[in-house]
């Protein structure tokens, strides 16, 4: 079965500061690693994902997250935090199989203050 | 890119009535579609994926009787919550996996119930 763990339910940084928002998976096969983004009463919008090749991925918006096979991690992280960027966001796991489901984090909430 | 349509966005109803919400692939056909339920400040729980002419897979703990899902086209799955309740109330998302070199995961809208 797998997994996801997204360490810290809330972070704060301010207006500038560096975002890093921790993800842990666990998972028996290769997994495809996903970070989305959710702000109040709104669908998912996804920030980029990874799925096989490089390991560095780069997503909209400025955020960019490595997966770590030897940390079983795919912490997502921003240089600068914008005002714009609080919300909610959501780690989640999948597999190669068909028919598979996304297994999401409980969320980290992302607070920006100026 | 793929869509997937998710009607209604909010909806209030009488405690005992039934509800039925829609997922339409607007572009491309889902053979699978996934079903979740998020409470407030909480993550998106699976509920139960649904494959096009067959009968639905439920995550342990959801009442299949209460939440009918009907997968009966390749770009139409409907979530019908029976005999609602105020506990019922929630956001329900749906979402469908996309292949090839676009891989990944479109998700609706979302619906969100309120039962009064």
């Known amino acids: ?114 | 890119g793929a869509v997937v349509s998710q009607h209604p966005s909010w909806v209030i109803c009488k405690s005992g009535t039934s509800v039925k919400i829609e997922c339409r692939s607007l572009d491309f056909q889902a053979t699978t579609m996934f079903w979740y339920r998020q409470f407030p400040k909480q993550s998106l729980m699976l509920m139960a994926t649904s494959n096009e002419g067959s009968k639905a897979t439920y995550e342990q703990g959801v009442e299949k009787d209460k939440f009918l899902i009907n997968h009966a086209s390749l770009t139409l799955s409907t979530l019908t919550v029976t005999s609602a309740h105020p506990e019922d109330s929630s956001f329900y998302i749906c979402s469908a996996r996309t292949g090839g070199r676009g891989y990944g995961y479109t998700f609706g809208s979302g619906t969100r119930l309120t039962v009064v």
């Open chain 1, 1 to 114: 079965a797998q997994s996801v763990t997204q360490l810290g339910s809330h972070v704060s940084v301010s207006e500038g500061a560096l975002v890093l928002l921790r993800c842990n998976y666990s998972s028996s096969v290769p997994p495809y690693l996903f970070w989305y983004v959710q702000y109040p009463n709104q669908g998912l919008q996804l920030l980029l994902k990874y799925t096989t090749g490089a390991t560095l991925v780069k997503g909209i918006n400025g955020f960019e997250a490595e997966f770590k096979k030897s940390e079983t991690s795919f912490h997502l992280t921003k240089p600068s935090a914008h005002m714009s960027d609080a919300a909610e966001y959501f780690c989640a796991v999948s597999d190669q199989q068909a028919g598979t489901a996304l297994i999401f984090g409980k969320g980290t909430t992302l607070s920006v203050s100026s």
